[in-house]
Structure formats: C-alpha cells, structure tokens
T-cell receptor, first 117, second 115 residues
C-alpha cells in the first residue's frame, strides 16, 4: 500500500518568504507528526495531531511555524518569514490508532528538504 | 524527562563483522524504545521496538536489540554486517505526556561497512 507522502521533495526559498510543506499520511492513520532534521539539532519533534483532539504544538520553535490538519488526513506545515536557520529536512510521520498510546510504530515519509537562501 | 544517548557518531566495521550500535536511555517511567534506520535521502524505517514482554527484540534485516533495565541500555546488534547495512541509525524513546505521544531521538550513528 501507499506510504506517507510529502511534497515538495525539495524547496529552495529566499529569506523572508513563506513556505508550505504538505504531508499525506497513510490512509486510516489517525495520528500525524511533524519532525525536523537538521545538522545542528538532530531530529526534533515539532507537532502532533490525533483525531479531533487539540494538537500538541509544544515542539514548534517559534510563532512563525504553524500546522493544520484538514479532515483528519492531509496536513500542511507553514513557515512564515523563513530564516536561514529554518533550513532542514522536514519529516512527516503517521501511526495507526492503537490500544496503547506511545507504542505504535510511526511510519515516516521521505521528507522535504528546505533550503533558505 | 526521557532522553536517549547514542555513543559514537560513526561506527565502521568490515563486511561480515559484528555490528554493535550503542544506545542508553533515561526515563522516569518504563520506556518504549525504538530503533530506526535512515538510508540516504530517505525517511526513517522502523527496525524494531521494545514495548513490554521479552527483552530481546528481533527486527528486520537480521538486527536485534536487548532491553537491559539495570544498564538503561538498548543496544542494537547484527551478527554479520552487509554492505547494504550502511546507513544512519537512530535510537528513540517514546515520550507520553497528557495524551500526546512523540519520539525523542538520539543523535544518530552512521554505520560504515568496509568491503
């Protein structure tokens, strides 16, 4: 079956521009996560969506970052007024509804490589 | 608070040799532990995970890991390395707080396999 897909695969933008990154989770997966992978910081959690519950936004590094999940499926991560330090690979993951939270496997997409010039 | 430490940012082995990638965790509650592998320009793929039960966990591609509570370790091993094992490996612990679940990753270990 289809895995998690992300678009675009690469994005080059100029400092100060806004960007939108898209994630299509695996069908039927109720949980969706965004992570950021950068040389200096490693893999960092950004945001978590679960069904209709309020998202956990505790990992978003600044108010320039926001994310939405429409209809419980597709998610968009938006970065406003991009800065050079936003350059990283943004990974999306989804997991199925599980009986014991925290043990469910997260399935990762290939990521979007963002370069801010 | 949960955290993960991976010893060695780079590990180099010969083809056919034992692979040992080290992971130590810190957790105030019984941990859920994961190993993921990342091939170049790809996302992360689950190798194996420990939740409860048997402490020796077998995963894909011949990898296994043993949960040792007394040592707070979850080292990844493979008896015989293949060239195709060259990749970056991440150990992670699941952080559960207020019905939110996230993975806390170690800094990763890049495995190099010499012919």
């Amino acid at each position: 079956g289809a895995g998690v897909s992300q678009s675009p695969s690469n994005k080059v933008t100029e400092k100060g521009k806004d960007v939108e990154l898209r994630c299509d989770p695996i069908s039927g997966h109720t949980a969706l996560y965004w992570y950021r992978q950068s040389l200096g910081q490693g893999l960092e959690f950004l945001i978590y969506f679960q069904g209709n519950s309020a998202p956990d936004k505790s990992g978003l590094p600044s108010d320039r970052f926001s994310a939405e999940r429409t209809g419980g499926s597709v998610s968009t991560l938006t970065i406003q007024r991009t800065q050079q330090e936003d350059s990283a690979v943004y990974l999306c993951a989804s997991s199925p509804p599980g009986l014991a939270g925290g043990t469910d496997t997260q399935y990762f997409g290939p990521g979007t490589r963002l370069t801010v010039l | 608070a949960q955290s993960v430490t991976q010893l060695g940012s780079h590990v180099s082995v010969s083809e056919g040799a034992l692979v040992l990638l080290r992971c130590n965790y810190s957790s105030s509650v019984p941990p859920y532990l994961f190993w993921y592998v990342q091939y170049p320009n790809q996302g992360l793929q689950l190798l194996l995970k420990y939740t409860t039960g048997a402490t020796l966990v077998k995963g894909i591609n011949g990898f296994e890991a043993e949960f040792k509570k007394s040592e707070t370790s979850f080292h990844l091993t493979k008896p015989s390395a293949h060239m195709s094992d060259a990749a970056e490996y991440f150990c992670a612990v699941s952080l559960i707080r207020d019905s939110s679940y996230k993975l806390i990753f170690g800094s990763g270990t890049r495995l190099l396999v010499r012919p």
